[in-house]
C-alpha cells in the first residue's frame, strides 16, 4: 500500500511539474524589512501556481548597493530581480531592462501603470524611461496628535491667539504656529530628523521644495547645480524655527529617538515613514497608539513637497530568466497579492488597496499615503548621489546647529556641488 502511495505521489508531482506554466528558479535580491517578510509567506503560493521556484535573498537596506554591485553587471547577474532604493536607480538604470520590454505574463499579468499610486512609477524612470516597477509607494505623511487637537480647551486657547481653528497643519506656517502654541503645553511641537544619515537630507530636501528651490536640475540632459540662495537661507532658517519647539536633543535625532519621543506623548507631530507607523500604533510600546490621525505633509510657500523614496524593482539585462522574473513581479504587483498580505505587514503600491475602505478602517495611514504621493517629489535624479547627498547633508546640518550662518552653508553647498559635477565632467 505504501508503495502504491508513494508512486501516485510521484505520477501527481510530475504531473504538476509539467501542467505548470515554468519549470525553472529564479533568485531575487530585496531589502530585509516587515514588507519582504510579508511578501516571503506569499511564496509558496507563487510557486504552486507558477512552476516557479523563487530563491528570494534579503539583507539590510544598507547593504543593497554594494551588493548589487559585486553581483551584477552588464554580462553577468547572480540575480533575476533586484531591488533598489529610489535615489540610486539612476547610478544603477544602465544594467536593467526597461519596464516596457518585459513579457505580459502567463498566469499573473502585466500591470497597467495607472494602478500604482501617483507618481510611483516615476521612482523608475531615468532619462525618460522606466527600467524597473515600484513595489510600494513609500513617501513621507504627516503623523499628528488628533487627541490634543480635538481638546476644546486646547481649540479654545488656539483660537483666542492665533484667529483660525486649531487641527492638522495643512501649511508650514500652521506648523510653526500649532509647534509653538504646544511648546506653551508642555508638549513638544515638532520632531526632527538630523543624524548624520539619509534622513537628514531628506529632511533637507523636504524644506528647500517646500520653499521652491533644489539642489540639482537637469537641463537639456546636463546636470546644473540650481539652489537659490534666497529661498534655501529661508528654509533654513524656517526649520530652526522649528528646532526650537523639539525634544531635547534635538540636533541628534533619528529614527529610534523621533519614534520613542512620539509613543511617550511627547510630540505634537512629525513625518514618518510608512513602514514605521505600526510601532506607533502597537498599543504595547506606544502611549498614543489609535490617537493618531494621518495625512500628507504640510506645504510650503511654493507648494506640497512629500519625499518619495519607492523601492523600485529592477530586472538585470544578464538575467537568463526574464519571463520568469516578470512573472513574479507582476504577482508581487496583483491586487489579489495585496490584498492577502497586508494584514502580514505588507506596504502597497497599488491605488486601489492604499484607497480601500476596509485596508483603511485598519489602517488609516494608507490614505495619507496615496495624498501625499500626490504631492511627492524626488531626491536628485543624479548617478552619483551619495556623494551628493553627503554634500546636502553636511551643509544643512552645518547651518541648522548654527556652525555656521545659513548663507555661508548654502554657499558652500553649492560650491561643493559644483565641485563634485566638475570631477565628474559635467
Not at 535580491?29 to 535573498?57: C, H, M, R
Not at 513579457?103 to 507618481?119: D, H, R
Not at 509647534?179 to 530628523?193: L, M, V
Request: aromatic share 12%.
Amino acid at each position: 500500500m505504501r508503495r502504491v502511495i508513494s508512486v501516485l505521489l510521484l505520477v501527481f508531482t510530475v504531473f504538476l511539474a509539467f501542467s505548470a506554466p515554468y519549470n525553472t528558479t529564479i533568485k531575487v535580491l530585496a531589502w530585509d524589512d516587515a514588507l519582504t517578510q510579508a511578501l516571503k509567506e506569499g511564496i509558496p503560493d507563487f510557486e504552486k501556481q507558477t512552476g516557479i521556484k523563487v530563491v528570494l535573498e534579503l539583507i539590510p537596506s544598507g547593504n543593497l548597493l554594494q551588493k548589487i554591485g559585486v553581483s551584477v553587471s552588464t554580462d553577468k547577474s547572480d540575480y533575476d530581480l533586484v531591488t533598489v532604493d529610489e535615489p540610486y536607480v539612476p547610478a544603477l538604470a544602465h544594467l536593467f531592462t526597461p519596464f516596457n520590454n518585459w513579457s505580459t505574463g502567463k498566469v499573473y499579468k502585466k500591470p497597467n501603470l495607472s494602478v500604482f499610486a501617483p507618481n510611483a512609477f516615476d521612482a523608475a524612470q531615468w532619462m525618460g524611461t522606466f527600467v524597473g516597477m515600484p513595489v510600494n509607494a513609500n513617501v513621507y505623511i504627516w503623523i499628528t496628535r488628533k487627541d490634543i487637537i480635538n481638546d476644546p480647551k486646547n481649540k479654545q486657547d488656539f483660537k483666542s491667539k492665533y484667529g483660525y481653528n486649531l487641527g492638522v497643519p495643512k501649511t508650514f506656517k500652521e506648523l510653526r504656529d500649532m509647534a509653538e502654541f504646544f511648546s506653551t503645553k508642555g508638549i513638544y511641537g515638532f520632531a526632527p530628523f538630523t543624524k548624520q544619515a539619509e534622513g537628514t537630507t531628506a529632511e533637507a530636501i523636504f524644506m528647500f521644495e517646500g520653499f521652491g528651490t533644489r539642489p540639482l536640475e537637469i537641463v537639456n540632459n546636463r546636470v546644473v547645480v540650481a539652489l537659490d540662495d534666497k529661498k534655501a537661507v529661508e528654509a533654513i532658517n524656517f526649520y530652526k524655527e522649528l528646532l526650537k519647539f523639539s525634544p531635547v536633543g534635538a540636533l541628534d535625532m533619528g529614527h529610534s529617538e523621533r519614534i520613542a519621543a512620539f509613543n511617550q506623548g511627547k510630540v505634537f507631530t512629525m513625518f514618518q515613514w510608512p513602514a514605521l507607523v505600526p510601532q506607533h500604533e502597537d498599543p504595547n510600546s506606544s502611549l498614543v497608539a489609535g490617537k493618531i490621525t494621518y495625512s500628507a505633509p504640510p506645504v510650503g510657500p511654493a507648494g506640497a513637497s512629500a519625499i518619495r523614496g519607492c523601492w523600485v524593482l529592477g530586472m538585470p539585462n544578464a538575467s537568463k530568466n526574464k519571463d520568469a522574473a516578470a512573472e513574479f513581479a507582476y504577482w508581487w504587483a496583483s491586487l489579489e497579492t495585496g490584498t492577502k498580505l497586508v494584514p502580514k505587514g505588507f506596504t502597497p503600491s497599488r491605488s486601489d488597496i492604499l484607497l480601500n475602505p476596509t485596508m483603511n478602517k485598519d489602517r488609516p495611514w494608507f490614505k495619507a499615503i496615496f495624498d501625499s504621493m500626490k504631492g511627492s517629489i524626488a531626491r536628485p535624479r543624479f548617478p552619483q548621489y551619495a556623494e551628493t547627498s553627503q554634500i546636502i547633508r553636511d551643509n544643512w546640518l552645518a547651518a541648522i546647529s548654527g556652525k555656521v550662518t545659513p548663507e555661508s552653508a548654502v554657499k558652500k553647498m553649492k560650491d561643493d556641488l559644483n565641485d563634485l559635477l566638475k570631477k565628474l565632467g559635467y
